[in-house]
């Protein structure tokens, strides 16, 4: 038999939101039907603009709310501006590197499962604030460098558009010089001189699911700073494949360092999540368990 559910009390029965414009919608659909079954008086509201969800989020009250979308819409989420209720995550995004991170299955049925029952956990959130004062909060990270330059070509209609990313990757790749950096880690001198990229990361993986910090973990209370050299695109090319994969920690001109709180200076260009954030100097400093998100154990 199964016990009672929480949400026979209306008051706490779970909310899905769907991103009307997440790249997998497809899937969405799928996993929609999944949590139906699972839940069949869940309430489902569609948003499709950062307004719209904020709204939603708002009057969400002590309510769980189940994301259905990419990791954008987690990244919209925490960006919102209003206090978040527990939050679970159903993937339906391309990459899916923040559901992935934190064990959320891919099979429809059992992240219907757990996004309904398995307990909310802090989740660490990274806060980037530019030269020119923007504010950004980013679960993923905050790039500086090769991908960001890439990502800030990118012209796809959505972040699931491969070949568009595919093109931005090239002619980022085709234009590549290395950039002189500084960079602070928790007041100390970390880094000095030209690099290729630089990740401040709080997730393993970025961008279309690279394996940039294999190290990471959600909700340790810092950040990794992983930096990469090359002197030439054969080098990045290398330097590329590795990271991939997860094995350019182990490669000459990478190194990591952990933090709570880094600034760089310096004119390469800057991302945040998957969103351009121009180029220049970056403050990156850790808000410690700033959501709470459903995942299993470890």
């Known amino acids: 038999m199964v016990a009672e559910a929480p949400w026979q009390d209306a008051r706490l029965r779970p909310l899905a939101v769907v991103n009307a414009n997440a790249s997998g919608d497809a899937r969405a659909a799928v996993l929609l039907e999944a949590l139906r079954a699972a839940a069949p008086d869940v309430e489902v509201v569609a948003t499709a603009d950062p307004g719209a969800l904020a709204g939603t989020l708002a009057e969400a009250g002590g309510r769980r709310t189940i994301l259905v979308g990419g990791d954008g819409t987690l990244h919209a989420a925490v960006n919102a501006g209003v206090a978040l209720p527990e939050l679970a995550l159903l993937p339906a995004g391309r990459a899916n590197n923040v559901a992935r991170a934190l064990g959320v299955p891919s099979d429809p049925g059992a992240a219907a499962r757990l996004a309904l029952a398995a307990p909310a956990r802090p989740l660490d959130v990274l806060r ?47 234009g590549y010089r290395p950039g002189r950096v500084e960079i602070d880690a928790d007041g100390a001198v970390a880094v000095a001189g030209e690099v290729a990229q630089v990740f401040f990361s709080n997730l393993p993986f970025f961008g279309f699911g690279f394996r940039v910090d294999p190290i990471a973990h959600p909700r340790d209370g810092r950040f990794e700073v992983v930096v990469a050299r090359a002197r030439s695109r054969r080098e990045l090319a290398g330097l590329l494949v590795a990271a991939r994969r997860g094995s350019h920690l182990d490669r000459p001109g990478v190194t990591v360092r952990r933090a709570r709180h880094a600034v760089l200076r310096g004119e390469l260009a800057l991302a945040g999540d998957a969103e351009p954030l121009g180029s220049g100097d970056v403050e990156v400093s850790l808000e410690p368990g700033a959501v709470r998100v459903a995942a299993p154990a470890g």
């Open 128 to 174: 980037a604030r530019t030269a020119a004062g923007r504010v950004l909060r980013c679960v993923e990270g905050v790039s500086a460098g090769f991908q960001a330059q890439a990502r800030a070509g990118y012209a796809g209609v959505n972040s699931g558009d491969l070949a568009a990313g595919a093109r931005a990757l090239a002619r980022a790749f085709a």
